[in-house]
């Protein structure tokens, strides 16, 4: 699902002029009865003229924000980047990202103090490197949402690779037993 997220997003970002959604989370993923993902609600999204687009809504759901855009600094589709970043986390720990937090406090957390998420000693290194390579502080070092998708890819081959070794695995268990 996390593929289709970052391809419909890599879509957005390559429409000529690119779209900046400036509100990724979760509650903006569109599920359909075949598990295909579309990205909803672009009530804050802008077409990109310039370089960088500015934030003087002050409109947007701060636990996904990315810091430049809790400043209120220019910003572009690395911002979406740092979202996807924190839609990730969710997905591996199955939990509120900053749950503990009022939206003030995420603000001067996240903008000013360039805290993170606690990433658990549990997550997969390789997802959690993806996750952390979406949170980097300085937004143009973020990858795009196409090198993210090269990573989500071979992923997902690996992870495909284990599922099929441990299923062999068992079979063989159950052949030896019967």
């Known amino acids: 699902m996390v593929l289709l997220q970052a391809r419909g997003m890599n879509y957005l970002h390559h429409c000529n002029p690119p779209i900046v959604h400036r509100d990724l989370k979760t ?6 009865k075949n598990w295909t993902v579309k990205v909803g ?23 996904w924000m990315a810091p430049e855009v809790l400043r ?4 572009n589709e690395k911002a979406d980047v740092y979202s996807f970043g924190v839609i990730l986390w969710e997905l591996a720990t199955q ?13 001067g957390a996240v903008g000013f103090m360039d805290q993170r998420l606690e990433i ?14 979406c949170w980097l502080s300085e937004s143009q070092s973020r990858p795009s949402f196409q090198e993210l998708m090269e990573k989500l890819k071979d992923l997902q081959k690996q992870y495909t690779i284990q599922f099929q070794a441990t299923r062999a695995n068992k079979a063989d268990t159950i052949q030896k037993e019967l």
């Open 27 to 32: 509650s903006n993923l569109l599920v359909d």
């Open 41 to 63: 609600d672009f009530g804050l999204s802008r077409l990109k003229h310039e370089t960088y687009l500015t934030t003087k809504t002050g409109k947007g759901t701060p636990q």
């Open 72 to 75: 209120n600094e220019l910003s």
């Open 95 to 107: 939990k509120i990202p900053w749950d503990n937090l009022n939206s003030m406090q995420v603000i």
């Open 120 to 133: 658990p000693k549990d997550v997969d290194p390789q997802w959690a490197a993806i996750i952390e390579s």
